[in-house]
């Protein structure tokens, strides 16, 4: 195999291997955004409760099909780290 066709090659699995992380992280983004929104909506307040709620129900979507401990460290580690992004999001400016 030739340099170019190996580029070639290496080049086109980049891209289906790139395109298959942004499907799934579109996936991610989705389960999370609309539930928050959701759950916004349904309590009528925009607090950090409503991330972190969001994030345990997205975190135990994903890790459902594994098994209800899965689901279960889905939910509290989704949970932890959107109360970390949104407590720090929520920071007031200097």
Partial sequence: MTT???LRHGFKDMGV????????FAVVGAIFA???CCIEGF????DLTNG?????ITGGV???RAGPQAAAVGCVGFAAFSAAIDYYMRM???
Avoid: Y
């Fill in 4 to 6: 170019r066709e190996q």
């Fill in 17 to 24: 291997r790139s395109f298959s992380s942004a499907k799934n």
């Fill in 34 to 36: 609309g539930t928050e």
């Fill in 43 to 46: 309590r009528a307040k925009n």
């Fill in 52 to 56: 972190i709620a969001a994030g345990c």
């Fill in 62 to 64: 994903l890790g459902a």
């Fill in 92 to 94: 007031p400016s200097e």
